[in-house]
């Protein structure tokens, strides 16, 4: 009974930590650019997981298809590469509170990707929850007396924030038949390598390139950078994907979501976040819509 419900208690986990993972990365974008602070968690984390390969006897080679190794350059391109990047910049312009309610997009976008791509099936309760999701975000758009950022900014944020979870859920659900059948380290670091090599073409066409690398190598960011690419990277990374390959696609995803519920409480407590009616709104919306999807 307990093995039946590994890959749920791995997307719950990952929920936690990620939480936490994001209050830390909106307190290094405040000095580090978006690009930058990909990059930087990253390559850390493609540095801590050969080791840990090798702890749990795993090999770096894992012998797969030609088409399995391409399959998770790409996966690892859009999914962390161009989504993380995106994700970054909506968090700088959003925050923590309303980056939350936006991020639960993620759920719905796995879902529709998960009926067109793997066949899944998708219940009038999923579409509810799903539409309740898509609701909570409009909601925060409709925000009035906005003190911190323009309604353009808002705007600019929601989209960018929609793209990242559309990127996000297109680089998890290609690879999920992969994943079934392959050993999770292995996965995450050729995906790594994807937005690795991803990162290091778009810093080299970057103008202000210098000024981006100079700003994730800033000592002083570091007491919140590194244990955020530790914690959002390296350990959620890899509880993200044994729950992805343990559970199904779907369900892992609305399970992975709660996490907006604890980034709405930190944002508050630790960021000072002005929490608004709209925003107490959109939360709401999201994480009923949300369970509907898991309880389905």
């Not at 208690?9 to 939480?19: C, D, G, H, Q």
């Not at 981006?212 to 919140?224: A, F, G, N």
Request: with cysteine; net charge positive; proline share 4%.
């Amino acid at each position: 009974m307990a093995d039946s419900y590994f890959g749920e208690a791995l997307a719950l986990m990952t929920a936690v930590i990620w939480s936490v993972a994001v209050i830390l990365f909106k307190k290094s974008g405040e000095t580090v650019h978006p690009l930058g602070l990909n990059f930087f968690k990253n390559t850390l984390t493609m540095v801590l997981v050969p080791p840990t390969m090798l702890v749990f006897d795993r090999t770096l080679i894992h012998p797969a298809p030609f088409d399995d190794y391409l399959l998770l350059l790409l996966s690892g391109v859009l999914g962390i590469g161009i989504a993380d990047t995106l994700f970054f910049k909506s968090l700088n312009i959003l925050g923590a509170a309303r980056s939350a309610i936006v991020d639960c997009l993620y759920s719905p976008v796995i879902i529709l990707l998960s009926i067109f791509w793997l066949g899944e099936r998708l219940t009038w309760i999923q579409a509810a929850g799903a539409l309740l999701i898509v609701s909570a975000v409009l909601t925060i758009g409709r925000e009035k007396g906005l003190v911190e950022i323009t309604r353009r900014q808002l705007a600019a944020g929601i989209l960018l924030g929609a793209a990242a979870m559309f990127t996000m859920g297109v680089g998890i659900v290609m690879i999920k038949p992969l994943l079934d059948r392959s050993p999770v380290l292995w996965a995450i670091e050729v995906r790594l390598v994807g937005a690795a090599v991803s990162l290091l073409a778009l810093l080299g066409f970057h103008p202000g390139r210098r000024a981006v690398l100079r700003s994730c190598l800033e000592i002083r960011s570091w007491k919140y950078t590194i244990p955020g690419s530790v914690l959002g990277t390296y350990i959620a990374l890899m509880f993200w994907i044994g729950g992805m390959k343990y559970a199904p696609a779907s369900i892992a995803s609305a399970l992975n979501q709660t996490s907006n519920i604890f980034i709405f409480l930190l944002a508050a407590l630790f960021l000072q976040e002005r929490i608004t009616r709209y925003k107490v709104a959109g939360i709401v919306m999201a994480v009923i819509g949300v369970f509907l999807v898991v309880l389905d």
